[in-house]
């Protein structure tokens, strides 16, 4: 018999971009296909995607994007595969399918594939796979787990889960499904490990009602409510307490405005119409009476919150009275941007409540209490931990040994590696080279290494130009050198820098005159200039910077 091929092509060893490739001789299926977010600041990288050589290849027997749920670490990169020639249908819960479907509006794509809408508890039928969907509880809502059957035995992907007793919306995860496959027998179950590092079982969405009950009853001022504008089950909650509470809401950001809205027509969010009012009527309210649901949980550069902060938005001034909620978890990697940004909304006068002084945002994703419960109702046979930093890969493997899965059958896999999976093994066979695609703008234009480390170099050294005019017929150079400079050195110490690397060019250039006047072997004229003044930097500034020769013909 054949084996099946897994292979992860991100959200291994990084909380971020996962995409999980299964093979099956003539057809493959791709679970989830998103994009990790890039420290703010990085040299232009907005984004990193899974490197898609391997799918490039194969995409005839791409049969379908199978989409856990709405996240960008789940559904980033579809428009950047998309225009990668992967055109296979994608596969999705309704929720999930109305944030696509406005994702790849944005891009122009939603004529080029078709978005299969799926239920909780539906079997999709593949030639090789038949994989039924299960609802799980997550902070967005319509989460699903995959329970695949493939020839070679039962294979369970769980998304993004957490075991939530009382979900805002929804029902708690149904457990039974998971033991009832564990009793059929599971072959190989993959599994969250975002939160294997808690040991407390993760707090319920309910939890969080109570607590934005008390503050919204308390205000003083305008209370600002910033979180993932995905977080539909957590919006519902403030829209609840707002009605209770008799106050109005706002929305400040284009992407909370777009997912109330999506939220609404998937009947989630009731009757928000009349309690929604316009950032520009805010002043005709009292302040205390207005609840701001915000964009900016991250510290981004351009979000509603960060310009509130640095008071550039245009409706929104804070004022001392005023009570801002960051209701979200700090991305490892923003921290210093959301650090700036909650300094900038303390100055401004308002008070911030964040996870670190204050319990008002619970995880979406299971802690090691929920980890275990999971590996004990699947039973799994082989075990591969998924979606976490490696650290975390490592703590799930060592729980799953715990839970009683033979050791030899924990299996810790990387990005690109292509594990084989056979009734009785599962092993690595290969590695594919390349796993990630930096990305820069909207229009999804990657960047190669070469680039970066170019930015880099400019970016941390400075750049200089030295430029100079030679006749064309007798190789002579008849003007300069110019000596430009950018980024190198304080302006007080320039002018003499500047005058020092002239007069290195230049007798490099009496060099080259000296050969070409003897008719010898011509000297590299750019490279020697590009070492000589590399040496000098170096030796008189400490640094070696981006040199570049230009040389005209004329
Ligand atoms: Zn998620």
Redesign the pocket.
Known sequence: MNGLKVIPLGGLGEIGMNCMVLEYEDEIVVVDCGLLFSDLDHFGVEFVIPDFTYLKERKDKIKGFLI??G?E??IGALPLAIKAGLHAPIYASSFTTLLIREKLKEHGLEDRVEIRTFKPEQVLDFKHFKVKTASVN???VD?MAFLIQTPVGQVIHT??FKIDPTPFFGDKINLDLFSKAGDLGVLLLMSDSTNVERHEHSMSEQVIYQKFEHLFAAAEGLTIVSMFASNLGRMGQVFDLARKLDKKIALAGRTMEQNIRLGMEAGYIKDAERQIIRLDDLEGYPRNQVIVLSTGSQGEPRSALTRIAQGEHGQIQLQSGDLVLMSSKFIPGNEKAIGRMINHLFKQGAEVLYEAVHDIHVS??ATRPELKEMLQCVRPKFFIPIHGEYRHLVHHAALAKEAGVAPENVLIANNGDVVELTPTSCRVTERLEETRVLVEGREGNDISKLVLKDRRQMGEKGVVFSLMVRNAESRRIIAGPEIICRGLTHESREGWVIEEAKKIVQKVISDYDLAVGNRGPEMDLQETIRVELRRFFNHNIGKKPVVLPIILDL
């Open positions: 856990t749920h996240h670490d789940h997550h902070s967005i989460s998304g993004d979406g994703h």
